[in-house]
């Protein structure tokens, strides 16, 4: 099941990466998340934790929304 929800997210993910990896000012921002879950996590603070992973694995969301809406997609 999980091999083929990732296959059919596959063209999403290809819409946001093109908008991430191509911009510095993305990158620096995810980097920026990265640290501070690790340091949430290594807080065992499990609360803050939960909330910071779902609004960072959610990011993709509008970014592909927009793009899609760009195109006339949606």
């Known amino acids: 099941?999980?091999?083929t929800l990732f296959d059919q997210v596959e063209r999403y993910?290809?819409?946001w990466l093109q908008e991430?990896?191509?911009s510095s000012q993305a990158?620096?921002?995810?980097?920026?998340e990265h640290?501070?879950?690790v340091e949430v996590i290594l807080a065992r603070n499990t609360?803050?934790?939960d909330t910071m992973m779902r609004d960072h694995l959610?990011?993709?969301v509008p970014?592909?929304?927009?793009?899609?809406?760009a195109r006339g997609i949606t």
Do not use: F, Y
């Open 1 to 3: 099941m999980r091999n």
């Open 13 to 15: 993910r290809h819409l």
């Open 20 to 22: 991430t990896v191509m």
């Open 27 to 32: 990158l620096e921002l995810k980097r920026q």
């Open 35 to 37: 640290t501070a879950l």
């Open 47 to 49: 609360d803050q934790a």
């Open 58 to 60: 959610m990011t993709p």
């Open 63 to 69: 970014i592909i929304t927009r793009v899609l809406k």
